[in-house]
């Protein structure tokens, strides 16, 4: 493993638990999210001291999982080209992209929207109801089927990989199916709970692994001869 390789790999392990922890950190602040009605949600907590912190930590997350996935890819793929791992992570980013602009808005546009609403300006709940109607509402779906299918690829890969402990796999993929149950908020932590312990345990193992063995000469290291 050159020196390079062994970079990618560690900064984008760690950077996979990191965002678990930001997803953690962000749901306990955030609060319960109510999936079957965000309007009434969002007027509701919108204005929240912990809400925007809570949406900003969940954004910076999502933007560290694309990396944290690449890295994961490339913990996969370094001793052998792994076709499952290459497209989950095609989906991963497929995913997230997708949910990004929700998280945005959720983060950025909410607050303002809950503040005039409560001034009196309902007609605002239009401008809400866009993004989860029609095109938007079917871009979500897009987005979470293709962020899912690409953790279970994942998921199968690293099962099938066995460098890393199976349940890191199992815990993985329950991890993430545990999010649409945003609506029981115990169900969602739970989830996020589950997806940090098996990424940490990945990240753990992965820096275990690339730790230079004594002796052991990378490619990007030049050798000089002496007679």
Known sequence: MNTQTRREIRFGLITLALSALLFTLGAVLRGPFDIADPGSYIIRAALSPNYVPGWTLILIGAVLQLHGSFGLYRYLTYQADNLLAFVGLVL?????????????????????????????????????????????????????????????????????????????????????????????????????VLLLISTGMIAWKGWQESVPVAGQLGPDINHTSYE
């Open 92 to 192: 991963r980013i497929v995913g997230i992209a997708l949910a990004f602009p929700l998280f945005t808005f959720l983060a950025v546009n909410a607050p303002a929207i809950a503040q005039l609403y409560q001034q009196g300006n309902q007609e605002v709940l239009s401008v809400f109801e866009a993004n989860f109607t029609g095109l938007g509402l079917a871009l979500l779906g897009v987005g979470a089927v293709a962020a899912i299918i690409g953790v279970i690829l994942f998921a199968i890969a690293i099962w099938r990989d066995g460098r890393l402990p199976k349940w890191t796999a199992v815990l993985f993929v329950l991890g993430v199916l545990l999010q649409p149950f945003a609506a029981i908020f115990t169900i969602e932590l739970l989830g996020l």
